[in-house]
């Protein structure tokens, strides 16, 4: 069996059962376990996979599920979420309780917390799905209508649920930010996501740096409302001199992503500007 052959059966393995223990891959592989740990690592580094102990959980895309298909990871836009993404995973602790709303940035953060023992509430049905088959996680979905671009919940139901609801963190994403705030397209879940800010003691935007300068339609809030801000470290200078000067805001730097080493590890570093 040649490895991508043999990579694409443990891809379809792991993902008609969600998680899969290392014994079960290489009883159904018939190869050592050291093959299954490369095999697994080339596949965690496309996000189709994420390992844990003993085991694997699926990550990649699920064909009921259309949003936020796995992008290329040859893709630039791509490599800065999922840099952000890891950068955010590090301010998580296990037993959080935590809220995610929906996009692509967001979807891959939840993609790093696959196998963690959580408290997940979201409106997200890409990041409900992803979770859904992870019995570390204890999972709350919101309800209303549904925006079918995006694949999330908002409106008044979703809004009157979140009153009863309170979180540590609430991990948002946006469309834009300028030195007003921070902006996304939709009114209806620009009010959403106000709600989960104020069911949150902590607000964490994650943003690609290519979201820096621009608006949208609606104002999500200002500055004074964000705790951390968690960007790729492609930020334009001026904009990595000018926040922690002049809000009151932590901001983040996820520091890109490098080729694998030896050992199939990708090195990953942040640092934080204030």
């Known amino acids: 069996m040649s490895s991508a052959t043999r990579r694409a059966r443990l891809r379809e393995l792991i993902r008609q ?27 965690e580094e496309t996000g189709e996979a994420k390992r844990t102990h003993g085991g694997v959980f699926f990550t990649g895309p699920v064909s009921t599920i259309r949003q936020f298909q796995r992008g290329n990871p040859n893709d630039g836009a791509w490599d800065k979420k999922r840099s952000i993404a890891l950068a955010a995973a590090s301010l998580v602790n296990d037993h959080d309780t935590l809220l995610l709303d929906g996009g692509s940035t967001t979807y891959e953060l939840a993609k790093q917390l696959v196998g963690r023992p959580l408290q997940i509430v979201t409106n997200s049905l890409p990041v409900a799905n992803l ?78 740096s290519t979201k820096f300068g621009r608006s949208s339609l609606a104002r999500m809030c200002d500055w004074s409302q964000v705790d951390t801000l968690v960007v790729d470290d492609s930020l334009e200078q001026a904009w990595k001199d000018r926040i922690p000067q002049q809000w009151d805001t932590h901001l983040i730097l996820a520091s890109p992503m490098v080729p694998p080493t030896q050992d199939g590890e990708s090195i990953h570093k942040s640092s934080i500007e204030k």
């Open 17 to 43: 059962h969600g998680f899969v223990s290392l014994p079960d891959l290489r009883e159904a592989t018939g190869v050592s376990e050291s093959t299954i740990r490369r095999d697994l690592e080339s596949l």
């Open 131 to 208: 979770f859904s088959a992870n019995d570390s996680v204890d999972l709350v979905i919101l309800g209303g209508a549904i925006h079918n671009r995006t694949g999330v919940t908002h409106g008044p139901y979703t809004d009157q649920m979140l009153e009863a609801i309170n979180v540590q963190k609430a991990f948002l994403s946006v469309a834009g930010v300028n030195e007003r705030g921070f902006y996304n397209s939709n009114m209806l879940l620009v009010e959403t996501e106000r709600c989960m800010m104020r069911a949150a003691d902590r607000t964490i935007i994650v943003a690609d």
